[in-house]
């Protein structure tokens, strides 16, 4: 379940070392395009093809927070989902993103995170580059992911500490 940045910020003045103790290993950050400097739309990032989709209600708030989480029980156990229907671990509510549209797995013994697109329509990107359907490959923290038309960043639990306190700093 998605929460509020500033939310995340209240937790992290409070106490910070238990804000840090409970946080999830990684977490997707969505940023509203009228909270991104420049915020204007290149010609790549336009809805390509989705029919009855709406006007995007993700972040219409400000920027969100996904902790990337097994927080469902659904059919598709070998990793996290990440799609448009309320049956994936992590929800984007956008006409853009297809019902399943990739999922995060790990390797045994590995520590960090994998992201396969999952044949979406209106692909799966990961540092600018289209991820070739069903091919895992190996996401950074701190790197630029895109679904469809959403671009979230993508952070492990220290990764996103750093991030929130460069944001605290003056």
Avoid at 72 to 97: C, E, H, M, Q
Avoid at 125 to 151: T, Y
């Amino acid at each position: 379940m998605s929460e509020p940045l500033s939310a995340h910020v209240s937790r992290y003045l409070r106490n910070r070392e238990a804000f840090e103790r409970n946080l999830p290993s990684a977490l997707l950050v969505f940023t509203p395009a009228s909270e991104v400097a420049g915020g204007e739309e290149s010609e790549e990032y336009r809805l390509k093809t989705v029919t009855n989709a709406g006007a995007p209600t993700l972040g219409a708030n400000g920027p969100l927070v996904f902790p990337v989480v097994k927080s469902r029980p659904n059919a598709f156990a070998r990793g996290i989902t990440v799609g448009r229907t309320g049956n994936n671990d992590v929800v984007l509510d956008d006409g853009s993103v297809s019902r399943f549209h990739a999922w995060f797995s790990r390797e045994e013994g590995q520590a960090g995170f994998l992201l396969t697109d999952a044949g979406s329509k209106n692909g799966s990107w990961a540092g600018g580059v289209r991820l070739v359907p069903r091919r895992a490959v190996p996401v950074a923290d701190g790197a630029r992911l895109r679904f469809g038309q959403v671009e979230v960043g993508f952070y492990t639990a220290s990764g996103f500490m750093r991030m929130l306190a460069v944001r605290m700093s003056p």
